[in-house]
């Protein structure tokens, strides 16, 4: 996962919020990476309507062009 790839949210590992839900099967830009608290690395996903949230990189896969 590089920054600028485009990327596709195909599952989420915990409970989130309703808006993170709401980006499951979205395509976004990854826009840089986030220390999580022990398990790994995040990534920050930028979507269309301007909105980021991070995910674990096992909830994403490469986009489709």
């Known amino acids: 996962m590089e920054i600028g790839q485009k990327v596709k949210v195909y599952r989420l590992r915990d409970r989130v919020s309703p808006v993170v839900v709401s980006k499951l099967g979205k395509v976004g830009i ?3 990476y986030k220390m999580t608290d022990g398990s ?3 990534v920050i996903v930028q ?3 301007n909105s980021s949230t991070w995910f674990f ?3 994403l ?3 489709e062009n």
């Open 47 to 49: 979507f269309d309507d």
């Open 61 to 63: 896969k490469p986009a």
């Open 40 to 42: 790994g690395v995040g």
């Open 30 to 32: 990854i826009k840089g």
């Open 57 to 59: 990189e096992d909830e």
